[in-house]
C-alpha cells in the first residue's frame, strides 16, 4: 500500500458491511455480474436490513483520522439459508459458484481541496469494485467498475490509483464477491462457500508538480536472469515505474549504473519496442499509472568477482524526464541470484533464464534445468539434436516455487524448462501464455550460460510437452495445436476444457438467451476445446507418443477428465487404422489425489519422458483427419493443413487416407472429406497425387502447396494455385485479442465531434484496461491520441475508442474501419446492416483489420478492436467485454444492452462473425428484434 507524509485529508471505510445475494455466478469469465439496481429494489443501502440482505462482520485496520484502512471480510450464506448440499448433488460444482454485491460506505475528508487528491484502493478475492457517490442513485449510469486482484497478485504494487474529481464527501465502496471453484476449490462437506475478501485504502495527496514515480523492484513486472558460473544467463531485465501523479506523463530516457570502483555491467541500454525510433522515449508513464521497463546488459569484469558473495547487488539510475523536458533521476537496487553447478549430477540444479517475445515483448523469465550428461565429452556435440522438454505449472504456481522448478529430475541428456505463462495464472496456457512457450523453445539460446556456443536455430528444436493440472489442460492445448514440433506428451491430472472442469450451465443467461445467439457467443471459445482438436495427436507423423496420469482420489480434476480423454484418442486411433496400438497409455495410481511430491519423478513419468526423447520413428497412419476452428492458432499435422476455412466461427475438418501404408511417404492420397474446409495447405517430402472431390492434383516433391476449393453447380472442384499464395484474413474474434503477446496502443479520439462526456469515458477505460491488462498478463497498454497514431509502431495491437465519426486515426490514417456493414452515424449512433442502435446504454466491440497487416496466414499477429457506444454508459458496458482472461466467450463483433447487467450475454442485441472478405455472415451473424 502507498505511503505518504501527513495530510490535510483522511478517509474512513465504515466497518459495517452488507451483502446481498448469492445470485448463479456462472464462471470468473463472465463479463457481466448483477444489476445493481438491485440494490434499490430490495431497499438497497438505504435501509437498514432489507429481505436478502446479510450483514458481514469485517476486521478492520484503521484509526481516527486516517489515511488508509484494511478490512478483512468473509462472506458466506449459511445452509439455513441455502440448501448448498441439495444444489450440489444436482447440479454439481456449478451450483456453488456465486456472487453477491457487498458494500459500505467511505468518508472522505480534505480541509485543501484545491490540491489534487488520489484513492489508492487494492482489493482482493473479489471480481470488480466500484465507488459510487453517496447521493447517487444505484443506476449503471453512475457505475465505473474496476477489476479486483482476483488471484492476490501484486496488489501492493499494482494498486488501482483514482483521482477524486468530485468534492471529497461520503461514498458508497461496493465491490462484487464471486465464489469460482477453479480458484477457492470445492468445500468439504457441512461447511459453506466461502469468499474471502481483502480490501486496503489509501490517501495520496500531491505536492505539486514533479510527484517523483516509485521504482517497484519485486512482483511478476520484475524479471532479472541468474548468474551461472560467474555469467549472466540472459541479458534481459525488468523493473516497474508507478506514477502517483495525476497530471504528470513521464518519458523513461535512458539507464546507467553507479559504482565505486568498477561496474557490474559493461553495457546497459533500454529495450525499445523493435520499429520504435531510437531517439522516442522508451516508454511512457502516464498520470495514475505503472508500466514495466525492460532494459538489457553486458556483464562486466567485477561480475564474477562478486559471484563468491551468493548473492550480487546492483545500484541502479533511471533518467526520466517530465514534459516541461526537464531531466530527473531515480536511484533503485536490483538483486541478481548466483548458482553454480553442484558436484554431484544427482543433485537439483536450475537457473532463471529470461527471453522477449518474437515480437519483442518482454522480457518474461524460465526456470531451465541443464541435462545431467552436459558436461561429459560428446555430449555437448548432441544437444542440437535432442528434444527439449517444457513442463507446464498449474494454475496460481510461481514457476520460480521450490516444489515445481524440483519436480522433476534432471535429465541424462534434455534440456527441461519451465516457463511462466505471463503470470501465474497468465491465460491458461492458451493464447499469449502458449506463444510465450513457443517462443522460449524457437532456439537454443537458453543453453548459452553453460554452453555459449548455443545460438538462435531456424528450426526449432523439438518438444515433449509435460504438465500438471491447469498446465495439463495447457499441454493438451499445445499438443492439439502445436504441430509436429510437439512429438510427445505427458498430461498429468489434466482436465478437459474449462467448460468440463466446472459447467457454466448456471449463468445468468441461461433463462433467457436465444439458442442461435447461445451458438455463436460459444462459438468463440470452440478454439479452446481440446477434446474437438484430438485427432490432431494422431494425425501426425504416427500417433503423437502420450502418456496420462492421475490419482484416483482426486477431488480437483475428477479422474474422469483423464479416463474421457484417453477413450477419444483411442477412438480417433481406431479411425485411422491403429486400434490395436497401445495408445495412449493411462495411468491411473490408486489412493492418490490431485498432487503428491513424486509424481513426475516416479518410474512411469520419467520412462515415458525417456521414450519420447529417443525420439524413435512410429508407424504412420493411413487415415487422419485435421481440425481446426481458427487456421491461424493451428500447426500443420504429416505435411496438412487447413488455411482457411468456408465459414468462419465453425468447426473445419480435413480427412485424408493414402492407398496403402508404404504410400504414406508418398505416391498418392485421397482427400476423403473436407468439411467447412475452403484452403488446404500440403508439404510434400516426396512427389504426391492428390484425389479431392472431383479433382486429381500433382504434387511436386519439396514444396508448399496450396490447395483451393472452387463450387461449380454440378460439383466440387479444387485447383492447385501456383507461385506466392494471397493470404486469406485473420480470423478475429474479439476473445483471442490476446493472442499475441505484444503491447497495446489505447488510441483515443481529439475529434471536435466527440462529445466531452464520451471522451471522458474513454479516458478512463485506457486508464482501468491498461491497468488490468499488466496486472493480469504483464502486457503493457498505452494510451495515444488518434492525431499520433502515424509515428507509433506497427507492431503494437490496437484498440481504436470511438468510430471513424470520432477517431481521426479510422477516418484519416486507417481510411475506415474496413466492415462494410457497420455504419457510425454520429453522436454514438450506429448501424449493423439496416438496423438502427440509438437507445441510450448500447455498446458496441468488434474487430477491424490490422493497420500494416491486413492479413495473415499461420502464428501471432497483432490485432485491432473498435469500441463505442450511443452513450457515456454504453462505452462503459463495451468495455467491460475487454478480454484480460482467456475463455471470454466473444466473437468478431457484439452489440451488448442495458438488459446484460441482469441477464448476462443473454443481453445481447446483436453478434457474430465476418465472411472471408470482412463482409456479412448469414450464417454465422445474430441481430434480435
Known amino acids: 500500500m502507498p505511503s505518504s507524509p501527513q495530510h490535510d485529508a483522511t478517509l474512513a471505510l465504515s466497518s459495517r458491511w452488507s451483502c446481498i445475494g448469492p445470485w448463479p455466478a456462472g464462471m470468473r469469465e463472465e463479463s457481466f455480474g448483477p444489476d445493481p439496481r438491485f440494490l434499490e429494489e430490495v431497499g438497497g443501502a438505504y435501509t437498514v436490513d432489507p429481505p436478502g440482505v446479510k450483514q458481514v462482520h469485517a476486521i478492520t485496520e484503521a484509526s481516527e483520522n486516517a489515511t488508509a484502512a484494511r478490512h478483512s471480510i468473509s462472506i458466506s450464506y449459511p445452509r439455513d439459508a441455502i440448501d448448498w448440499t441439495g444444489a450440489h448433488d444436482t447440479a454439481g460444482w456449478a451450483a456453488l459458484q456465486w456472487q453477491g454485491l457487498a458494500w459500505t460506505k467511505l468518508d472522505i475528508r480534505h480541509r485543501d481541496s484545491k490540491r489534487p487528491l488520489v484513492l489508492s484502493v487494492d482489493v482482493r478475492g473479489a471480481i470488480q469494485f466500484a465507488i459510487v457517490a453517496h447521493d447517487e442513485a444505484f443506476t449503471p449510469a453512475h457505475f465505473k467498475w474496476h477489476l479486483a486482484d482476483y488471484y492476490s497478485y501484486d496488489g501492493d504494487h499494482l494498486p488501482h490509483l483514482i483521482a477524486l474529481d468530485e468534492q471529497p464527501g461520503d461514498y458508497w465502496f461496493i465491490v462484487r464477491p464471486l465464489y469460482e471453484v477453479r480458484v477457492f476449490g470445492g468445500f468439504p462437506p457441512d461447511t459453506t462457500p466461502t469468499v474471502d475478501l481483502d480490501v486496503r485504502l489509501a490517501l495520496i495527496e500531491s505536492s505539486g508538480r514533479h510527484h517523483l514515480p516509485t521504482v517497484i523492484t519485486q512482483g511478476h513486472l520484475c524479471i532479472a536472469p541468474d548468474v551461472v558460473e560467474g555469467r549472466l544467463a540472459s541479458p534481459y531485465f525488468s523493473v516497474a515505474l508507478r506514477n502517483d501523479d495525476t497530471g504528470e506523463t513521464w518519458r523513461i530516457i535512458d539507464i546507467h549504473e553507479t559504482y565505486e570502483q568498477e561496474p557490474v555491467f559493461a553495457r546497459l541500454s533500454l529495450l525499445r519496442p523493435p520499429d520504435q525510433p531510437s531517439r522516442a522515449a522508451a516508454a511512457l508513464v502516464h498520470p495514475l499509472q505503472t508500466t514495466k521497463v525492460g532494459f538489457q546488459a553486458e556483464a562486466g569484469r567485477a561480475l564474477t568477482a562478486l559471484v563468491s558473495s551468493g548473492e550480487i547487488a546492483v545500484k541502479l539510475v533511471l533518467l526520466i524526464a517530465d514534459q516541461s523536458g526537464q531531466e530527473h533521476v531515480l536511484t533503485f537496487t536490483l538483486s541478481l541470484g548466483c548458482v553454480r553447478e553442484p558436484p554431484s549430477l544427482d543433485e537439483h540444479f536450475s537457473y532463471r533464464y529470461t527471453y522477449l517475445s518474437k515480437s519483442g515483448l518482454g522480457p518474461h523469465y524460465a526456470i531451465v534445468v541443464p541435462p545431467r550428461q552436459l558436461r561429459q565429452e560428446g555430449a555437448s556435440n548432441e544437444q542440437h539434436q535432442q528434444p527439449v522438454i517444457v513442463a507446464l505449472h498449474g494454475a496460481g504456481v510461481e514457476t520460480d516455487s521450490p516444489f515445481w522448478r524440483t519436480s522433476l529430475p534432471r535429465h541424462s541428456t534434455c534440456w527441461i524448462v519451465l516457463p511462466t505463462g505471463l503470470t501465474p495464472w497468465g491465460l491458461d496456457w492458451q493464447q499469449a501464455s502458449r506463444t510465450m512457450w513457443q517462443d522460449l523453445v524457437s532456439d537454443l539460446r537458453f543453453q548459452q550460460a553453460l554452453l555459449p556456443s548455443a545460438v538462435a536455430t531456424t528450426t526449432p528444436p523439438p518438444v515433449v510437452l509435460l504438465g500438471h493440472s491447469n498446465g495439463g489442460q495447457g499441454a493438451w492445448h499445445g499438443l492439439v495445436h502445436g504441430g509436429e514440433q510437439v512429438i510427445a506428451g505427458i498430461v498429468c491430472a489434466g482436465y478437459i476444457k474449462m467448460e468440463d472442469y466446472v459447467a457454466p450451465v448456471w449463468r445468468a443467461e441461461r433463462h433467457t438467451i436465444d439458442p442461435v445467439l447461445r451458438g455463436i457467443l460459444e462459438s468463440a471459445r470452440t478454439v479452446f476445446a481440446n477434446d474437438v482438436h484430438l485427432s490432431n495427436l494422431v494425425a501426425a507423423k504416427g500417433p503423437v507418443p502420450l502418456t496420462i496420469k492421475y490419482g484416483s482420489e482426486d477431488d480437483n480434476v475428477p479422474p474422469w477428465h483423464s479416463r474421457e480423454m484417453g477413450a477419444l484418442l483411442r477412438t480417433w486411433a481406431s479411425r485411422a487404422g491403429l486400434g490395436k496400438e497401445s495408445w495412449p497409455k493411462v495411468i491411473e495410481v490408486k489412493g492418490r489425489g490431485h498432487w503428491w511430491d513424486e509424481m513426475l519423478r516416479e518410474e512411469d513419468v520419467q520412462r515415458a519422458v525417456d521414450e519420447a526423447c529417443e525420439h524413435k520413428k512410429v508407424r504412420l497412419p493411413k487415415r487422419f483427419t485435421v481440425t481446426c476452428v481458427i487456421p491461424s492458432t493451428t500447426r500443420a499435422r504429416n505435411g496438412w493443413r487447413i488455411v482457411q476455412t468456408e465459414v468462419p466461427g465453425r468447426i473445419a475438418r480435413l480427412e485424408v487416407e493414402y492407398r496403402n501404408a508404404a504410400a504414406a511417404e508418398g505416391s498418392c492420397c485421397t482427400v476423403v472429406a473436407a468439411s467447412n474446409v475452403r484452403q488446404i495447405g500440403v508439404a510434400a517430402t516426396t512427389g504426391l497425387s492428390v484425389n479431392v472431390g472431383s479433382s486429381t492434383l500433382q504434387l511436386a516433391a519439396g514444396r508448399q502447396h496450396r490447395l483451393v476449393k472452387v463450387p461449380r453447380t454440378s460439383s466440387t472442384e479444387w485447383q492447385l494455385l501456383d507461385g506466392t499464395f494471397p493470404p486469406p484474413r485473420l480470423l478475429c474474434p474479439v476473445t483471442l485479442l490476446l493472442d499475441t503477446p505484444s503491447r497495446f496502443l489505447l488510441i483515443q479520439p481529439t475529434s471536435v465531434h466527440a462529445l466531452d462526456s464520451r471522451k471522458a469515458a474513454y479516458a478512463s477505460i485506457s486508464a482501468r484496461w491498461a491497468h488490468d491488462l499488466l496486472a493480469y498478463t504483464t502486457i503493457p497498454a498505452h494510451t495515444i491520441q488518434d492525431r499520433e497514431i502515424s509515428s507509433m509502431p506497427s507492431s503494437s495491437s490496437h484498440v481504436y475508442l470511438g468510430g471513424p465519426d470520432e477517431n481521426l486515426a479510422l477516418s484519416t490514417v486507417n481510411g475506415g474501419t474496413g466492415i462494410p456493414f457497420i455504419t457510425h452515424l454520429g453522436s454514438g449512433q450506429f448501424k449493423i446492416r439496416d438496423r438502427l442502435f ?65 441477464f448476462g450475454m443473454g443481453g445481447v442485441l446483436a453478434a457474430g462473425w465476418y465472411d472471408n472478405q470482412w463482409g456479412w455472415s448469414e450464417a454465422m451473424s445474430y441481430i434480435g428484434d
Not at 868 to 886: N, W
Open 838 to 902: 440509438a437507445e441510450p446504454g448500447i455498446g458496441l466491440l468488434y474487430s477491424i483489420p490490422h493497420r500494416g497487416h491486413l492479413d495473415a496466414e499461420e502464428g501471432a499477429q497483432q490485432r485491432s478492436v473498435v469500441l463505442s457506444g450511443t452513450d457515456a454508459e454504453g462505452i462503459e458496458r463495451a468495455a467491460r467485454l475487454l478480454p484480460v482472461r482467456t475463455g471470454v466467450p466473444l466473437p468478431e463483433w457484439i452489440v451488448v444492452g442495458r438488459d446484460c447487467d441482469r
